[in-house]
């Protein structure tokens, strides 16, 4: 596609994608895309009669200060405002590259807008999907043999994480503290976690629910999820290795989760679907899948230290590597009647791929901390440390376009 607003071959946002998400500038907040390095006010968009032939006048598809009501209308309605979009900032379509006043109103430099959380976050899942990393962490605690616990090849495990510490990308997170046992014959201490992690992980949102009472089939799951974005589940491994038993992460998760600021939706990912992996063994029905469930996305995580230049990749992953996709997640995760909401953010858990450098957290990176990585600075890690910056970035890619998400990043800040 061409439009009259210049697109970068490697731009994350070219007129294939259209991403939403919610600016803010001058104390004002708005509901916005984005196409190459420009933002998109949709807010003024619609205000200028752009979108009446999806809408009526009376009704509004961008009012408020989040996507949740945008979300709400369902993948009918996003669908159609992503076409009309493509139409509109068509390269041959005068309708707006024409009109100067109007140009003026709603489209600007991405540099000049701060992006703030897209979404209010109505409750948060995070899955423990990709078979590596589980062999891997089970691995480091249980054996080789005892890897994978029983029923993981034929449930997709998850825990409920804290919504309220959901933080947009370019969030200080502040070293949580909590109760450890560094030495198991005596009591535990509290203080600042040591081995603070990051999580390599893909999440998305709930467009439209389900009641209470009801479930979502695996077939029907897509329509009823509006986009993703990159999730960074921070973790503090010490003092998860102390609580988690029997219950699973409590204080060591639900300090922080850093998403990534843009939305890109279903349709804009279509053209790189994927089959993933095989199942080894027989799932039961309510779990079964047709076509190709997955997508190809491309993964990376950067770390940079206070006295680096540059940030340094540390992980390349995909997507596509996770055994349970989105629609087993959604499926699972209603089937006992359990009811979802506009908002619900559910993450992938941590995406690990075959290789060392596909590793998606520094537990596996560094194998609990026994094999340093050595950064190009000299320094060593473990674990992350105070002034750390996370940086992680997703796109799709053919031979003509990218669909990117942009990147989420976080630093850590010192315990207080």
């Not at 590259?97 to 897209?118: E, Q, T, Y």
């Not at 999440?203 to 979502?216: M, P, R, Y």
């Amino acid at each position: 596609m061409k439009s009259f607003i210049h697109c970068d071959r490697n731009s994350h946002f070219p007129p294939e994608n259209f991403p939403f998400g919610v600016y803010e500038m001058n104390g004002e907040k708005s509901i916005c895309t984005a196409l190459g390095d420009y933002v998109i006010d949709l807010k003024a968009l619609e205000s200028l009669g752009y979108f009446d032939e999806i809408m009526n006048k009376d009704g509004k598809l961008f009012s408020g200060v989040s996507l949740n009501h945008f979300m709400s209308l369902g993948r009918v309605i996003s669908r159609a405002v992503r076409k009309l979009l493509q139409d509109l900032f068509a390269e041959s379509n005068p309708k707006l590259r024409d009109n100067p006043g109007h140009r003026n109103m709603c489209i600007i430099p991405a540099k000049r807008v701060r992006m703030v959380l897209p979404v209010d976050i109505s409750g948060y899942t995070d899955f423990y999907s990709s078979r590596e990393h589980a062999s891997n962490v089970g691995e480091m605690f249980r054996g080789k043999e005892n890897a994978l616990m029983p029923n993981w090849l034929h449930i997709p495990i998850a825990y409920h994480g804290r919504s309220s510490s959901v933080v947009v990308s370019g969030t200080d997170v502040k070293r949580p503290k909590g109760q450890t046992r560094p030495d198991p014959e005596k009591p535990p201490v509290f203080g600042p976690s040591k081995q603070l992690d990051f999580e390599l992980e893909m999440g998305f949102f709930v467009g439209t629910g389900n009641d209470l009472g009801e479930s979502i089939p695996a077939g029907e799951a897509e329509e009823h999820i509006f986009g993703m974005v990159i999730v960074n589940d921070w973790s503090a491994r010490d003092v998860q290795n102390w609580e988690y038993q029997p219950l699973g992460p409590f204080l060591a998760k639900n300090f922080a989760t850093s998403v990534s600021p843009w939305v890109v939706t279903l349709d804009a990912l279509e053209p790189f679907r994927t089959e993933g992996p095989k199942f080894e063994k027989e799932l039961l029905p309510y779990l079964h899948t047709k076509g190709n469930p997955t997508f190809d996305i491309n993964l990376e995580v950067s770390l940079k230290s206070e006295t680096m230049e540059a940030p340094y990749t540390i992980c390349k992953s995909n997507y596509k590597y996770l055994y349970y996709n989105m629609r087993q997640h959604l499926a699972h995760h209603t089937i006992n009647g359990c009811n979802t909401r506009t908002g619900d953010l559910m993450a992938s858990g941590t995406i690990s791929g075959p290789s060392k450098d596909s590793r998606g957290s520094m537990l596996e990176i560094t194998w609990r901390g026994t094999e340093p990585l050595k950064l190009p600075s000299g320094e060593e890690r473990k674990f992350i440390e105070d002034g750390d910056t996370v940086i992680m970035s997703a796109y799709c890619e053919n031979k003509d376009f990218r669909i990117g998400f942009g990147e989420v990043a976080g630093k850590i800040l010192p315990a207080d």
